[in-house]
């Protein structure tokens, strides 16, 4: 057994004592929100609109979840993430008018690998190199990056131009074609599980670890030997590719996909739905995204707010911002809890 | 880690993440429940639900609020009579906000939350092309375009009440060549589909008249900038501009056009969609000598419309959103007329082949303009066109009619 | 040749407006080392008094006097209250910045109700030289422009203030050593940069359209020409603004317009990537 010999290990030993988690409180808020999520279309039954409603919250949390494992487990500030979604939006819709294929088992792994190889190109450019880039300039030319397809999309005729492209194939697995309801549902809350699942185990790994370690400390950690830019690369086309798969999902869900679908609009809708929820956290996007849903639905049919809702939601990221940046989950999670444990650790002996 | 802290951890925490699981229980349950009991979504027998969505912000907003307001006004006349056959007609708007990405979530809501029985509305041919995948493929659910545009829409279950190519350049481009004798033309456009379209036919009207395209480009939608286009019209000595640039890139250019001397110069400005709406948003010297061809004007003499106008100025009094073709509110007239004649042709039922196979062959005797009538099996109807030139005097605008063609036939589908 | 003049002429026009946003966003970003992710709205709410003026009838013209008033003190106000916050944390600013900006611009559409409006240029009309007729108003913009740099270059080099705005600027640890009130200086100069992008809305709006929407072109377009011309000096972004406004008024006529528009930005991101200082460098970032 361990007996401290010395006071100075006693005192380490009590630090460490009082650092240890008291209490998890996030496996109980992911266990309620996934049980919630399942049961959903049994208690909306015959809403249709709901059910239509909850269906986009959960492929817009997929989406807010890409842009948490940029911002809130590697620093990068993307404000392009939209970017990967149009993208992959627009492809799927390509694929189902020109080649009549909407098979979702061979559309929506084309989707990621569009998200994916979207992304690998824009971290080649902006992140890895020589030089590294300042996190303004990152931040900038995600925005940039999104703000120039947009413009292009919204010229190109062959996408269809400012109209986008409607009248989307339906997404199908054999002869069986979803359209909004109970099926799509859970053929998204099952991307969600997924992704979320994954994600979560990329964490809380020991490439999580490094993760953490780049959060507190960027410099030090390249000092360590890391390649930093390169671990930034990896989550930043993994996001891509997230988002790549929510944007599929969307545009099939839709059945309607334009260059709004790719610019800054979106990719800031995805910032915020992330940090009201609380950055960092995988089920804060989730949150944050039904949250801010939800209530957007309820509000739209009220003139009064409708035409300000915009406004409510800038206040509330100035809000999040300045004063919780934690965001809702901030309330109820130890800043402990947020920095995780990390896989099986290689105890010194 | 002692006992007592863990327990106290428990209690507070569990607390908290019960009670906010509660309540969203609860709060989901309050939804379905209060949507149940509201009489007004009842199932049974009750009144005519007549969808309308259209751009009621955006850049489209001048026209969107027009439609708007004349079908208020056309129900209103139609309520007032006592219905179609005695069942009142509800009407629920949605705003598309010239944003097909927000149209399509609004739209959907009209179809499964309201599960109206007719849409009517649309005003660019971006927004129908994405309005009409959730109303007649998801939402099986009838379609009534109001607005002129490029043809070629053939989808059975929508309607088109609007004119088509033919039905505006057909007479319009042989009497700018022949009366006027411009014979060089200039295509400048809005780069989506309208445009593309109609200047494709255009084009074949102009040559096969002997005339000449100079040049035909496209620009993005809110282009501010039109030097390059301005100088190629004054070294292709182009003396008619076919204009398709919409708003907000049209009064840049209509102004830039304007400034660099072109109608001083003997050129002539010409724009199919133009109506007096559209007058009031430029200066009135820039819009001396436009030439226009629409399905109605205001300055058509004819009782009928007369009496419409002044029924729609009792009801709206000064309002800026007026009574034109340009902005679909003739169409968009047409459009519930036609409805209520197929109603009333199925004996009051509102399923949606019923009414189609009815609306396919209805016909109006009276409207804006002169009346109308559905040409059976091709989606589109026929209707009287007018060519007017805008003249300016005193800082005022107003149109002139110079020309009158009866029951045009559209030569769609 | 008559073409090339009048060409040249409305590139310049552009141009100057887009200097004047430049230069306001290049001060702050050089002097408190963040990126003003509201300026394109600033700009915006120069163009809106102008509108309101012009709705109210005070005519548009004290609404060009106004808007760099108005959106001074706007200015200002941000400043002492929500902006001073972010100096430490450059990214949380951008973020900030941003909200801030995404409120305003969605007042504004509120208000406007999301239409579009035209403003009429308060002197209209153009006058002949040389057989070629200019606009009088785009001449207006660029004289304005001109004298705006002129009194700003002055006011920098040769007054007092001037002489502590540039010695905070270059190192603001030292400044504030010396007794200079960097704070107060902060607040200036950020009320300075917003009273210049009223100015450029308000000279802008008659020429395009007012819409909520203007904001981002112009953002997107400023912070190229800053990160392009270099941060911490005066001449650099307006050397940056000068090479944006040329290509993308340029560009058109080599390309297809639809294809020239995102192709500015690419190009300049490129070049910004090749060149992190910019032309040319002094300074912080």
Request: proline share 4%.
């Amino acid at each position: 057994m361990d007996v401290p010999t010395t006071r100075a290990a006693a005192q380490a030993r009590k630090v460490r004592g009082s650092n240890k988690l008291r209490f998890r409180v996030l496996p109980i808020v992911e266990v309620v929100t996934f049980l919630l999520l399942l049961a959903a279309p049994f208690i909306l039954a015959e809403r249709t609109a709901l059910v239509t409603l909850m269906t986009n919250i959960v492929i817009l949390s997929v989406f807010a979840i890409s842009f948490d494992l940029c911002w809130g487990f590697s620093g990068i500030m993307s404000f392009g993430q939209a970017l990967f979604f149009g993208a992959a939006g627009y492809v799927v819709a390509l694929v189902g008018r020109d080649l009549d294929f909407s098979q979702l088992l061979g559309t929506l792994p084309l989707a990621v690998l569009v998200g994916g190889l979207l992304s690998a190109a824009l971290a080649a450019f902006l992140l890895l190199g020589r030089k590294t880039p300042t996190s303004i300039f990152l931040a900038f030319g995600t925005l940039t990056g999104a703000y120039a397809a947009e413009r292009l999309v919204s010229g190109w005729q062959y996408v269809g131009a400012g109209n986008g492209l409607s009248s989307i194939k339906l997404m199908a697995f054999g002869s069986f074609e979803f359209v909004e309801g109970p099926a799509f549902y859970f053929v998204a809350l099952a991307a969600l599980v997924v992704v979320y699942a994954g994600s979560r185990v990329l964490v809380r790994s020991q490439f999580g670890l490094v993760l953490a370690g780049m959060r507190q400390n960027e410099e030090r950690l390249a000092f360590f030997g890391y390649r930093v830019q390169m671990f930034k690369a990896v989550m930043f086309i993994l996001a891509g590719m997230i988002a790549g798969l929510s944007g599929a999902l969307y545009s099939y869900h839709q059945g309607f996909t334009g260059p709004g679908n790719l610019g800054p609009g979106l990719s800031t809708t995805a910032v915020i739905y992330c940090l009201f929820g609380g950055s960092g956290t995988l089920i804060g996007p989730v949150l944050g995204t039904g949250a801010i849903e939800l209530l957007s639905y309820v509000l739209a049919d009220t003139d009064a707010i409708r035409q300000f809702w915009p406004v409510i939601l800038g206040l509330v990221l100035l809000v999040v911002v300045m004063f919780q940046p934690t965001g809702l989950l901030g309330l109820i999670v130890s800043a402990r809890e947020r920095i995780g444990s990390f896989g099986l650790r290689r105890q010194a002996r | 880690m002692s006992e007592t802290d863990r327990t106290r951890g428990i209690t507070r925490r569990h607390f908290l993440n019960g009670a906010g699981a509660l309540t969203a229980a609860g709060w989901i349950a309050g939804f379905t429940g209060g949507w149940v009991l509201r009489p007004r979504w009842a199932h049974a027998a009750g009144p005519i639900k007549m969808g309308i969505a259209t751009d009621i912000t955006g850049a489209i907003a001048p026209s969107g609020n027009a439609n708007w307001q004349v079908a208020q006004f056309a129900v209103e006349q139609i309520n007032t009579a006592g219905g179609i056959l005695g069942q009142p007609i509800e009407l629920h708007l949605e705003d598309t906000a010239s944003d097909p990405k927000i149209a399509v979530g609004n739209v959907r809501k009209l179809i499964q939350e309201r599960k109206v029985d007719v849409v009517l509305g649309g005003i660019t041919s971006a927004m129908r092309q994405a309005i009409k995948d959730p109303i007649v493929n998801r939402g099986r659910t009838l379609y009534i375009y109001p607005q002129l545009y490029e043809g070629q829409e053939c989808t059975k279950f929508l309607f088109n009440t609007g004119p088509s190519p033919a039905q505006q350049c057909d007479r319009l481009i042989p009497y700018i060549m022949k009366t006027l004798g411009k014979k060089r033309f200039a295509m400048p456009s809005a780069n989506y589909v309208w445009p593309q379209l109609l200047n494709k036919y255009a084009r074949k009207v102009i040559e096969a008249n002997g005339g000449e395209v100079v040049f035909e480009e496209y620009y993005p939608l809110d282009q501010a900038e039109y030097s390059a286009t301005i100088s190629k019209i004054k070294d292709g000595k182009v003396d008619c501009v076919f204009n398709t640039v919409i708003p907000p890139g049209l009064q840049p250019f209509v102004k830039q056009l304007y400034e660099s001397g072109f109608q001083k110069n003997g050129g002539v400005l010409s724009c199919v969609y133009y109506d007096e709406n559209l007058l009031n948003y430029h200066p009135a010297a820039e819009m001396e000598g436009l030439i226009s061809c629409l399905d109605y004007f205001q300055a058509v003499d004819d009782p009928f419309s007369k009496t419409l106008q002044q029924g729609y100025a009792k009801k709206f009094p000064d309002t800026k959103y007026l009574f034109t073709a340009g902005s679909a509110s003739t169409g968009m007239y047409r459009g519930v007329k036609f409805y209520e004649e197929a109603v009333k042709a199925t004996g009051g039922k509102l399923g949606r082949e019923e009414v189609a196979a009815a609306l396919d062959h209805a016909v109006l005797k009276e409207g804006p303009g002169g009346g109308a009538a559905m040409v059976p099996g091709h989606y589109h109807a026929k209707m009287n066109m007018y060519i007017a030139v805008c003249k300016s005097e005193g800082g005022k605008t107003r149109y002139d009619v110079i020309d009158k063609a009866d029951m045009v036939d559209p030569r769609e589908c | 040749m008559d073409f090339a003049i009048k060409f040249a002429f409305d590139i310049l026009a552009f141009t100057s407006v887009m200097v004047l946003i430049v230069l306001g966003l290049g001060v702050i970003a050089s002097m408190m080392g963040i990126f003003n992710f509201a300026h394109g709205e600033l700009v915006l709410l120069g163009a809106y008094t102008v509108y309101l003026c012009d709705e109210y009838g005070l005519g548009a013209w004290s609404g060009v006097i106004a808007a760099p008033i108005v959106v001074g003190l706007v200015g200002l106000v941000l400043e002492r209250t929500i902006i001073k916050r972010f100096y430490a944390v450059p990214i949380i600013a951008m973020l900030g910045t941003y909200a801030i900006g995404l409120v305003i611009r969605e007042i504004v559409r509120g208000l406007l109700g999301g239409h579009y409006k035209s403003i009429p240029e308060p002197i209209s009309g153009s006058f002949s030289a040389g057989g070629l007729d200019f606009s009088i108003w785009r001449s207006f913009v660029i004289v304005t422009t001109m004298v705006v740099i002129a009194g700003s270059w002055l006011l920098l080099s040769r007054t007092s203030v001037g002489l502590r705005v540039r010695g905070a600027l270059e190192n603001p640890m030292l400044a504030r050593a010396c007794g200079i009130s960097t704070a107060r200086l902060y607040a200036l100069t950020f009320a300075f940069g917003a009273a210049l992008a009223g100015l450029a809305g308000a000279l802008i709006v008659p020429l395009y359209q007012l819409s909520a929407d203007i904001g981002i072109r112009f953002l997107v377009q400023a912070f190229l020409s800053v990160m392009l011309g270099g941060v911490g000096t005066f001449e650099g972004p307006v050397l940056g603004a000068v090479a944006v406004g040329a290509m993308a008024a340029g560009l058109p006529w080599v390309v297809i317009p639809v294809l020239a528009d995102p192709l500015v930005f690419v190009i300049a991101l490129a070049v910004v990537r090749l060149r992190p200082q910019g032309f040319i460098t002094v300074g912080r970032l």
